[in-house]
T-cell receptor, first 111, second 115 residues
Framework: DAKTTQPPSMDCAEGRAANLPCNHS???????VYWYRQIHSQGPQYIIH???NNETNEMASLIITEDRKSSTLILPHATLRDTAVYYC????????????FGGGTRLMVKP | NAGVTQTPKFQVLKTGQSMTLQCAQD?????MSWYRQDPGMGLRLIHY???????DQGEVPNGYNVSRSTTEDFPLRLLSAAPSQTSVYFC??????????????FGAGSRLTVL
């Protein structure tokens, strides 16, 4: 599996965009980039995933570089409720594959 | 839909006791899994199942047993609890196949303390 590298922590002002980076330089061609978040001791929550194209949903946008070696999760207008640990995970979609979670980035949204 | 339901939410055990953490999902998901999360750490995969009657080990399976007799339920058994098993346990499920991708639905967690 491709390993990911994320900064351990980041701050963001409320109402501003939060841009969370993730490096995955050893990603292979069939591996997707997934983002989850975990709000204070709750179960992790799926946010978004993508293969090579940029993706957007009601929660966030995912920007993947052309060489696929890094990506950025964008929360366009961060709120205090977006304070959480954000996990970037790289995995293919083969049957039986289960996600493994690393340390993630602790995002603190400040008023 | 209730999603993924875990019971109990909290449990205190003494060393050597056994217990079962329950997990049930009502989304007809084929895949189910158990993770543990120690304080300040990420999640680690304990066991998983790709369908009724099929289970496999994850990263940290020692000290735990699972079975999958129905699609809906995936209990996690602690055979002889140890203080090192003090953790928060999360159950998760997803659909099978590429269409289900790795979009997991997690339960709220079960916080276990072993004295």
């Amino acid at each position: 599996d491709a390993k990911t590298t994320q900064p351990p922590s980041m701050d963001c002002a409320e109402g501003r965009a939060a841009n969370l980076p993730c490096n995955h330089s050893t990603i292979s061609g069939n591996e997707y980039v997934y983002w989850y978040r975990q709000i204070h001791s709750q179960g992790p929550q799926y946010i978004i995933h993508g293969l090579k194209n940029n993706e957007t949903n009601e929660m966030a946008s995912l920007i993947i570089t052309e060489d696929r070696k890094s990506s950025t999760l964008i929360l366009p207008h961060a709120t205090l409720r977006d304070t959480a640990v954000y996990y970037c995970i790289v995995r293919d979609n083969n049957a039986g594959n289960m996600l493994t979670f690393g340390g993630g980035t602790r995002l603190m949204v400040k008023p | 839909n209730a999603g993924v339901t875990q019971t109990p939410k909290f449990q205190v055990l003494k060393t050597g006791q056994s217990m079962t953490l329950q997990c049930a999902q009502d989304m007809n998901h084929e895949y189910m899994s158990w993770y543990r999360q120690d304080p300040g750490m990420g999640l680690r995969l304990i066991h998983y199942s790709v369908g009724a009657g099929i289970t496999d080990q994850g990263e940290v399976p020692n000290g735990y047993n699972v079975s999958r007799s129905t699609t809906e339920d995936f209990p996690l058994r602690l055979l002889s609890a140890a203080p090192s098993q003090t953790s928060v346990y999360f159950c998760a499920s997803r659909r099978s196949g590429a269409g289900g991708a790795n979009v997991l639905t997690f339960g709220a967690g079960s916080r276990l303390t072993v004295l």
